[in-house]
């Protein structure tokens, strides 16, 4: 598995990266060597251990969801430089 006949060349063309010959034969290497840990780590016998998402457990913490003083319609527009009809008035940036 530590060669995986993966093409850095050829995946940076798909990219359209333009990489240097010496930047593909890096690359390249920099990634055999990330096959050859793969392979090292498939060696690791890991039946005995529970599948799982996490490596610590996780715990969602959620405050209760109370109302508060906000914004009026009013307040929100208050410093607005343009605005009408009770909305923000901005300049067009798709034409």
């Not at 290497?29 to 690791?44: G, P, S």
């Not at 529970?50 to 209760?64: G, I, K, M």
Request: hydrophobic fraction near 45%; glycine fraction near 4%.
């Amino acid at each position: 598995m530590a060669d995986q006949g993966f093409d850095v060349a050829y995946v940076a063309k798909l990219a359209r990266l333009c990489l240097s010959e010496e930047e593909a034969r890096l690359f390249q290497a920099q990634l055999a060597d990330v096959f050859a840990h793969v392979d090292k780590l498939r060696e690791v016998d890991v039946s005995g251990v529970e599948a799982a998402a996490h490596v610590v457990p996780l715990f969602n913490v959620y405050r209760e969801d109370e109302t508060r003083p906000w914004f009026t319609p009013e307040g929100a527009l208050e410093n607005a430089p343009r605005q009408a009809n009770g909305l923000f008035i901005v300049p067009k940036v798709v034409e």
